[in-house]
């Protein structure tokens, strides 16, 4: 949590509040819900501390990073946690295969939805297709299980054509990597957001979207 207060601190822009499941400052303009740990116990503090219903009523920007995206959703396979429900779509576990490390932990290079606009255009100024990040996750919102890793594919717990009926919430991608299956990697839409990868961790590129978030109009 330190590197990721760092790492806001260093990006130019507005007041920001950071939201650990452990107490917010509800007066910020922003919102940044930044934690490691698992689903259910982070979406247990938030609800008993009231920050879901305050997080579900405001219109100020908000970025969720690597779980807090994860929380966006509707749903998490992590413990079968209902989460906050501000995206559509649910979080799956990533499969395992011979040839694939899970957690997946590393770099890995983004995909950037084409013909993004408005506030989503903003976020991903200045961050290229093809640019790298930093991820460590074992979950993620899984947006095409074919053509990537047969083996993956063929391990995963559910059928492929499942997920896409299921998680036909691509509209709120706006980039994406891979690992053994495609998943997002930058999710938004209208004023909510969320990053897969840790910025703190990502160099130039994690501080470029900070700044970008934090350059949001409040």
């Known amino acids: 949590m330190s590197a990721a207060r760092d790492s806001a601190a260093h990006a130019p822009g507005g007041d920001l509040a950071l939201i650990d499941a452990g107490g917010a400052n509800l007066g910020?303009?922003?919102y940044a819900l930044a934690r490691i740990g698992a689903a259910p116990r982070l979406v247990a503090l938030l609800r008993a501390r009231g920050l879901d219903a305050a997080l579900r009523a405001s219109a100020a920007p908000l970025l969720g990073v690597c779980v807090g995206m994860q929380l966006l959703f509707k749903r998490s396979d992590e413990g079968d946690v209902e989460c906050l429900g501000l995206l559509p779509g649910r979080v799956r576990r990533l499969p395992a295969a011979p040839a694939l490390r899970?957690?997946?932990m590393g770099w890995n290079t983004l995909r950037r939805r084409p013909g993004l606009s408005g506030d989503a255009a903003a976020l991903l100024d200045g961050i290229d297709d093809?640019?790298?990040a930093?991820?460590?996750?074992?979950f993620a919102h899984v947006v095409d299980a074919h053509a990537v890793?047969?083996?993956?594919v063929d391990a995963y717990a559910v059928d492929a054509h499942a997920i896409d009926a299921e998680d036909a919430s691509r509209d709120v991608v706006l980039a994406d990597s891979e690992h053994g299956?495609?998943?997002a990697a930058v999710v938004g839409q209208g004023r909510r957001f969320g990053a897969q990868f840790h910025p703190e961790r990502s160099s130039a590129v994690g501080?470029?979207?900070l700044s970008n978030f934090l350059s949001l109009p409040a």
């Open 134 to 138: 930093y991820f460590v996750h074992s």
């Open 130 to 132: 093809g640019a790298h």
């Open 181 to 183: 299956v495609r998943f």
């Open 28 to 30: 910020s303009v922003r």
């Open 149 to 152: 890793d047969a083996q993956a």
């Open 207 to 209: 501080l470029r979207l």
């Open 102 to 104: 899970i957690p997946h």
